[in-house]
């Protein structure tokens, strides 16, 4: 097992800088080339939520966490900003509340596709919590089968 905690201000040159820490960091369990686009995919889409959503045209703080078992990463992506009201509209594929912006609304739709496992608390307020994690060798493992 191992972990790592990042917090970074919520700017957009720091979505690049997460998806990349976290590949680095699941580099040592060996996943494929399409595996790792997944994760930064993810990864990618919980920050942006965090820089668009969360604090809405301010900056605050978002923390990355990262922890691997056996051939599993969990990756927790929070902030403490204005939280979402109703997390299972927000989950809806092409929900958005920034329509105006040219927002798909798909974010968390994509996570949860790239994703083993994922899943989304928040409370209005006082921010949001994506917990999420991927099997690496899943698909190998299901083709030997």
């Known amino acids: ?20 820490a976290v590949a680095a960091f699941a580099l040592p369990l060996n996943p494929t080339l399409d595996e790792l686009s997944d994760v930064k995919t993810a990864v990618s889409e919980a920050v942006t939520n965090c820089i668009v959503h969360a604090y809405r045209g301010t900056e605050g703080w978002i923390t990355l966490s990262c922890r691997t078992e056996g051939s599993r990463l969990h990756i927790i992506v929070s902030d403490s ?15 958005t509340t920034l329509s105006d912006e040219e927002r798909s609304g798909m974010g968390f739709t994509i996570m949860q596709a790239f994703m083993t496992d994922f899943s989304v608390s928040s409370r209005p307020g006082e921010g949001t919590t994506v917990s999420m994690s991927k099997v690496f060798g899943a698909k190998a493992e299901a083709d030997a089968q």
């Open 81 to 95: 900003g204005r939280g979402i009201e109703d997390v299972e509209q927000a989950l809806a594929p092409f929900f």
């Open 1 to 20: 097992m191992n972990q790592m905690q990042l917090t970074f201000l919520s700017r957009s040159e720091n979505e690049e800088f997460a998806r990349n």
